[in-house]
Each structure stands twice: as structure tokens, then as C-alpha cells.
């Protein structure tokens, strides 16, 4: 009997969903009450090995409160395509570090203090990136806040 290789949709959606359980700090048997299936059936589904049905999917964007819509985001971008795989940005957040970094963010209530980190981050990316690249002299990476 051949084992049918999951859809990279599926397991897409299911990393999100993994990503969403996460964020509100939910475990795999939490969500799988509220759902009315087992835990098991939560790992499937966050596999990619089970694809999610539309109706249950419309009963797991209720438990987080988010649309249906949010399963199929990637970052800013549309809906995966046919040959897309989560991407770094999806993995790091769906991290330790990631979901660390993410809920503090989103405690911050200030606009201009989130742009702020914002600028700092991107301009440290850059100085490593530099560093990498065996462009920079100095050690001290030049922030503009």
C-alpha cells in the first residue's frame, strides 16, 4: 500500500494552524475539545497528513477568532501556490523565539515605539548581513532610530 505524500497546501494550513495554537498559547488538547476530535487528529491536521475539511476549518478560525483567511497567509503575501512551502519567516515564528518575540510585539500599544524596533531589527539584519558579506570594518552595526 502506497502512503500518499501530503499536499504542500495542506501542510501549509496545518502549520498555521500549529502557528495559531501557539501564539494563544493553546495545547493540542485544548484545541481538540473544542473541536470535539482527539489530539491525535490536531497533529494530523497540523501535519498536513489529515486535510482540514471547510467546516472544520471555519470551527477552528471561531477558537482563535481569526477568518478562514488566515490559514492561507503567508506573511503579507496571497494564498500558497500548488508549490509553496512554509516559509522562514513562518518557521521562525512559529519558534520559541519567534512566539517570544511575537507576543511581546504585540503587548507594545505604541505605533511609534513598534516602528522603532522595527528599524532597529531591519538595520541589525543589515549589519550582519554586512558582516557575512566581509563588508564591514568595525564591529558596531550603524542604527538610524
Same mark, same amino acid.
Given at each position: 500500500?502506497? #502512503? #500518499?505524500v501530503p499536499n504542500p497546501i495542506d501542510i501549509f494550513v496545518g502549520s498555521r494552524v500549529?502557528?495559531? *495554537?501557539?501564539?494563544?498559547?493553546?495545547? &493540542?488538547?485544548?484545541?481538540?475539545? /473544542?473541536?470535539?476530535v482527539t489530539f491525535q487528529q490536531v497533529q494530523k491536521y497540523e501535519k498536513g497528513t489529515n486535510r482540514i475539511s471547510a467546516s472544520?476549518?471555519? @470551527?477552528?478560525?471561531?477558537?482563535?477568532?481569526? %477568518?478562514?483567511?488566515?490559514?492561507? &497567509?503567508?506573511?503579507? =503575501?496571497? @494564498?500558497? =501556490?500548488?508549490?509553496?512551502?512554509?516559509?522562514?519567516? =513562518?518557521?521562525?515564528?512559529?519558534? #520559541?523565539?519567534? $512566539?517570544?518575540?511575537?507576543? !511581546?510585539?504585540?503587548?507594545?500599544?505604541?505605533?511609534?515605539?513598534? #516602528?522603532?524596533?522595527?528599524?532597529?531589527?531591519? @538595520?541589525?539584519?543589515?549589519?550582519? !548581513?554586512?558582516?557575512? !558579506?566581509?563588508? /564591514?570594518?568595525?564591529?558596531? %552595526?550603524? $542604527? *538610524?532610530?
Amino acid at each position: 500500500m502506497n #502512503k #500518499k505524500v501530503p499536499n504542500p497546501i495542506d501542510i501549509f494550513v496545518g502549520s498555521r494552524v500549529r502557528l495559531r *495554537r501557539l501564539m494563544v498559547g493553546m495545547s &493540542q488538547e485544548a484545541l481538540a475539545d /473544542r473541536l470535539g476530535v482527539t489530539f491525535q487528529q490536531v497533529q494530523k491536521y497540523e501535519k498536513g497528513t489529515n486535510r482540514i475539511s471547510a467546516s472544520r476549518l471555519q @470551527a477552528i478560525s471561531d477558537v482563535f477568532r481569526v %477568518p478562514p483567511s488566515f490559514f492561507f &497567509q503567508d506573511d503579507d =503575501s496571497n @494564498a500558497p =501556490s500548488a508549490g509553496h512551502e512554509t516559509g522562514d519567516v =513562518s518557521t521562525f515564528v512559529s519558534s #520559541k523565539e519567534g $512566539l517570544d518575540l511575537n507576543r !511581546a510585539f504585540l503587548k507594545i500599544e505604541d505605533a511609534g515605539v513598534r #516602528k522603532s524596533i522595527i528599524q532597529l531589527a531591519t @538595520a541589525l539584519s543589515k549589519a550582519s !548581513a554586512a558582516d557575512t !558579506a566581509g563588508d /564591514r570594518t568595525d564591529n558596531a %552595526p550603524e $542604527l *538610524r532610530i
